[in-house]
């Protein structure tokens, strides 16, 4: 590969992840500011911060209250989420889920929604002991998927496992297995996920910069091929 290829290809994989998330953070900020009530904070409250009646004074202090109306939407939103989920470790909070679910599951539609969003929330953003051990599962000959133990087992003895997609990790399929099909890694959850979530090129055992590669001996030629000098003794 040229020289010119491999810098871009370098500063590609360095910007590439940094422009990606500057976006997501952008379009995240544009949609709850495109949510958030004005009722929130008017930009008139700021008049003593921004005084001024002209275009830019007024557009300086509409743009101010929208940035602190969407700070305001975020802290509120952190704050109720820590909550309900310090509730959910409670009875009551067991019980308000059960609740909820039940609820849930009468609507036909909602039903629907419901459960694959619960299941796509718990896979990404549950704790990683809810997957249990990695294992490899053979599903055609010579052909091999990484798959998670679930922890439950059916009533014929099969064990459940999860097998998600790559590198989205909110689909997959669940499937019914025999034990003597199963395959269990020595590696945890984390190191699994990581090669999932990266369509297989991660690997967090993988050594990169200088470690990695072949190490070479470099001779001087110049010194190699220096004859040494002849003394005097020699010469006798």
């Known amino acids: 590969m040229a020289s010119w290829k491999r810098d871009f290809a370098s500063g590609l994989i360095v910007l590439g992840?940094?422009?990606?998330?500057?976006?997501v953070i952008y379009w995240i900020y544009g949609l709850v500011a495109?949510?958030?009530?004005?009722?929130?904070?008017?930009?008139?409250?700021l008049l003593p911060l921004i005084p001024g009646d002209s275009d830019q004074a007024v557009q300086t202090r509409e743009q101010l209250a929208q940035f602190l109306r969407v700070i305001v939407t975020l802290t509120v939103f952190i704050i109720l989420t820590l909550s309900v989920g310090y509730l959910m470790r409670t009875t009551v909070g067991g019980l308000v889920e059960r609740v909820v679910d039940n609820v849930a599951?009468?609507?036909?539609?909602m039903r629907v929604v419901y459960n694959a969003s619960k299941m796509a929330a718990e896979t990404a953003f549950g704790e990683q002991e809810s997957l249990q051990t990695p294992v490899k599962l053979e599903v055609w000959e010579g052909l091999r998927m990484t798959a998670f133990k679930t922890g439950k087992v059916t009533e014929d003895g099969r064990e459940v496992l999860f097998l998600p997609t790559s590198p989205n990790i909110t689909t997959g399929f669940v499937i019914e297995v025999h034990s003597d099909r199963i395959e269990e890694l020595d590696e945890d959850v984390e190191d699994a996920l990581t090669r999932v979530l990266s369509a297989?090129?991660?690997?967090?055992?993988r050594q990169r910069g200088m470690d990695a590669g072949v190490s070479i001996d470099v001779v001087d030629e110049a010194k190699a091929n220096k004859t040494p000098e002849r003394s005097d003794a020699d010469d006798d």
Do not use: K
Request: no cysteine.
């Open 17 to 23: 992840p940094i422009l990606i998330t500057l976006y």
């Open 34 to 45: 495109g949510v958030t009530p004005g009722l929130i904070l008017e930009q008139e409250a």
């Open 105 to 109: 599951n009468r609507v036909p539609v």
């Open 200 to 205: 297989g090129f991660g690997d967090a055992d």
